[in-house]
């Protein structure tokens, strides 16, 4: 089968572990060691190549890798005023998204601006070759990259400078030349009779109106009024940067294909604005400031002021995160011994039923299955609507769901069904999950209550369950044991394993 979701971040993940020996726990640490150390390197060469300054590289690297929950005014007043932050983990601490898709943006914008810098052919050479695995990564950066590079060709173009356009044009063709694998795929998968409604659900929503977010428009302004004119390749390569967002938040224009807006904004539009303030911030102290050691001591403080503030974020923003799921995580560690357990006496891919909470769980820390559609299956199951449906119901139907009370609580949960089973569709195309038609609860309950009549042991083979956990802490009411088919196998505290009866 096509795949919709592109591997590479995952395969890079892993790659590390097998290179290292490194078990999950550990190869997940080491990545969060390794990755920002190269992400902080490759902002840092990039802004140094562009302004040669340190001062400014330090600051700008530091801020995207330790801040990118600050670039609204209202985040960095309440840091400041209220010791309020995000509580969802610094961002680079994040494995594949977005360390994984940063890695490659940066990495491409380092080595490409090396290349115009210098001219030397093995910069260009890996920038092309960033570029095309790119594809393998993330829609977004790609998009982004190839938009930045066709704005920087039409520039190079009207200031005459012939060698740029030849030579960007070249690593953009060099890119498209590793991607062809990519597209070859995706001619696949467009064949494949499920890719309309899949698409559906990562956010494709068909419509020609534009869209201009308020950031994007803030760092046109912050730039075209107060940014150094001084070095026109900083000018340049900037200009095409800031200009960049509109051509991918309005691109559906052309193509009537809307891309989730969310993902330009978190990940390429707040570390270019991060990045705009603090170059304006040290051009606006070198114009105004003329005598040099009154220029530097500001300078100086700046940087050290910026550096406070990034390392007081990070360090409130890990605690405050860790401190509000502790809870949580240490009451999950009970599922430890029963993985451990499935990892030694299981087959690789055998599928299990669980609770949705254990199953989402249960695919990271084993080579399982779930059963069940929870979290992201609706982005990985080549299956219809009804497919879906069907895996929702099994926990529904194990809760003791009776017919007569299942539209009143698919009614209740409809934020959740929408999202858990039409991925982006409701949120992007009706404005929110919560706006899922009532119409579409009634089918779907209307199809819950048809499924009751199908004997649960047919339902376990057509989807190949080979065996069912039951949490009898967590889901009480279950009552396995009024299932003949089901015969239990191993039992660990409150967790008890059972394995289906071969015919």
């Known amino acids: 089968m096509p795949y919709l979701q592109s591997p590479l971040p995952e395969i890079v993940s892993g790659l590390w572990g097998k290179i290292f020996g490194l078990n999950l726990y550990n190869g997940i640490l080491f990545q969060r060691l390794i990755f920002p150390i190269f992400i902080f390197l490759f902002i840092y060469v990039l802004i140094y190549s562009l302004f040669k300054k340190r001062k400014i590289a330090l600051s700008v690297s530091a801020t995207i890798l330790l801040s990118i929950n600050l670039a609204d005014l209202l985040s960095l007043w309440n840091l400041i005023f209220k010791q309020e932050t995000s509580t969802w983990f610094l961002s680079f601490s994040h494995i594949v998204s977005p360390q994984n898709h940063l890695l490659f943006f940066f990495g491409f914008l380092m ?13 260009g050479v890996l920038s092309s070759i960033i570029l095309g695995l790119s594809f393998y990564t993330y829609p977004y950066t790609w998009t982004f990259l190839y938009s930045f590079l066709g704005l920087l060709t039409l520039i190079s173009f009207f200031r005459k400078s012939w060698i740029n356009v030849r030579d960007i044009i070249l690593i953009g063709l060099g890119g498209v ?4 694998p990519f597209f070859w795929n995706l001619f696949q998968a467009m064949q494949n009779p499920m890719y309309q409604e899949m698409s559906l659900r990562f956010g494709m929503i068909k419509t020609h109106l534009p869209q201009i977010g308020s950031t994007v428009v803030i760092i046109l302004a912050l730039f075209l009024l107060f940014f150094p004119r001084s070095d026109k390749k900083a000018y ?4 095409a ?3 960049t967002p509109f051509i991918v938040l309005n691109q559906q224009i052309i193509t009537g294909q809307l891309m989730i807006p969310d993902h330009y904004h978190w990940y390429f539009h707040k ?3 991060l990045a705009l303030i603090i170059v304006i911030l040290f051009s606006q102290i070198d114009k105004r400031i003329k005598n040099c050691s009154l220029k530097n001591n500001f300078t100086l403080i700046l940087c050290i002021l910026i550096l406070a503030v990034n390392f007081y974020n990070a360090i409130l923003t890990q605690v405050n995160s860790y401190n509000i799921r502790e809870e949580s995580n240490v009451w999950n560690q009970r599922y430890g011994p029963v993985f451990q357990w499935l990892n030694n006496n299981t087959q690789k891919d055998e599928v299990v039923m669980t609770s949705n909470h254990m199953a989402h769980l249960l695919i990271i820390y084993t080579s399982l299955n779930s059963a069940t559609a929870v979290g992201s299956a609706h982005y990985y199951i080549a299956s219809d609507e009804n497919q879906l449906w069907q ?6 139907r194990f809760d003791g769901l009776k017919k007569e009370d299942a539209l009143n609580l698919f009614l209740k949960k409809k934020n959740i069904i929408a999202g858990e089973i039409y991925g982006e569709y409701y949120r992007k195309g009706y404005g929110g999950h919560e706006n899922i038609p009532e119409e579409k609860i009634r089918e779907i309950a209307e199809a819950y209550q048809e499924s009751l009549n199908i004997p649960l042991e047919d339902i376990f083979k057509k989807y190949h369950i080979k065996y069912l956990i039951w949490d009898t802490e967590l889901n009480p009411d279950w009552m396995i044991n009024q299932y003949d088919f089901l015969e239990q196998i191993h039992q660990t505290g409150d967790m008890r394993i059972y394995e289906v009866k071969s015919p």
């Open 236 to 239: 340049d390569f900037f200009l």
């Open 111 to 123: 080595f490409f601006q090396l290349f115009l810098d210098k001219k030397k052919l093995i910069y």
């Open 177 to 180: 030349i590793i991607a062809i």
């Open 271 to 273: 570390p270019l604005a």
């Open 391 to 396: 895996r929702m119901f099994l926990t529904y």
């Open 241 to 243: 940067l800031v200009f």
